[in-house]
């Protein structure tokens, strides 16, 4: 029986921030560690679903799907996604439309405008043992986003993986994701210390097996990717979470006004998640 497992049976996890400090750390990955080829023999029977929550996206969701998840769904590519769903959050543009003339299912949630609840639409209309999340507004996707997210968890003993990369701005090679230095990584290592060295605590490249996300369910809004990080380790332990470096993720980067709110929720469901009072 897997770690993972025997927590999910009721053994120990981890508990609150103290326990956290003495479980082992999550597992990283370099880029390119994981052959597509022997992630796809490892799959079996198992089936995979890959899905974007997308809202006003029509600019790259077309190119995200054709680069990330063509080559690998079945039948025509190499079998590793047998599922493609994109949840359109919302749109006002052409977002679903290019989503279908790709080959996706579509989803369409009104008014929409809810990360967590679009990943948990998503999540409930796949159907893959596997789920596999990817944002829908990267401008470099390749080939290995999908193979590099599930390889850790068809061949090793992952529960949920996170993407880590370098974020470029304003033309230097890094400096991107500011709600992810100045809120996310150091409400981590103050209050979930043992999460401190997850890169991209943020990253929307996200991977579990179905049975993780039944358990620990979707924060609501941008706290999703937080709320899911601390929820796992507190059920499953730190010692199940896997990072994988993607190389370097190119997206438009927000004015700050548009990621104070985004902020606002990272900061609340984390502090919410450590038991602060009135702000969860």
């Known amino acids: 029986m897997t770690p993972a497992r025997r927590a999910a049976d009721g053994q120990p ?38 899905c974007l929550p997308a809202r006003d996206e029509e600019r790259t969701i077309g190119g995200v799907i054709e ?32 989503a279908r003339l790709a080959g996706a ?14 990943m948990a639409a998503a999540f409930e209309g796949s159907v893959g043992e596997v789920v596999v999340f990817l944002d829908a507004d990267v401008e ?6 999908v193979p590099g997210l599930v390889g850790p968890l068809l061949i090793d003993d992952a529960a949920l993986v996170k993407a880590f ?14 709600v992810t230095e100045l809120v996310a990584r150091p409400v981590l290592d103050l209050l979930f210390p043992a999460l401190a060295d997850i890169r991209q605590p943020l990253a929307g490249e996200t991977a579990g097996h179905r049975w993780v ?14 709320g899911l990080l601390i929820d796992v380790a507190r059920v499953f332990g730190v010692g199940v979470i896997a990072q994988v470096d993607l190389g370097t993720r190119v997206h438009r980067n927000r004015p700050l006004e548009e990621l104070r709110p985004q902020a606002d929720e990272v900061l609340r469901t984390a502090l919410g998640r450590a038991g602060i009072a009135g702000l969860a």
């Open 213 to 226: 996300f039944e358990k620990v369910g979707f924060a609501a809004g941008y706290g999703v990717e937080i």
């Open 67 to 98: 680069a990330a998840v063509l080559p690998h769904l079945a039948p025509s590519g190499s079998g590793l996604v047998d599922e493609l769903v994109v949840v359109d959050d919302g749109s006002t543009d052409g977002t679903a439309e290019l």
């Open 13 to 50: 996890g981890t508990g609150g921030g103290g326990m956290m400090r003495r479980v082992p750390r999550a597992q990283t990955y370099a880029q390119g560690h994981f052959d597509p080829a022997a992630v796809a023999a490892a799959k079996g029977l198992r089936r995979v679903s890959v």
């Open 165 to 178: 990369y370098e974020r470029p701005f304003n033309g230097q090679p890094s400096g991107g994701g500011r």
């Open 105 to 118: 299912t579509v989803l369409t949630r009104r008014p929409g405008g809810d990360k967590g609840g679009a």
């Open 140 to 145: 470099n996707a390749t080939a290995d986003f």
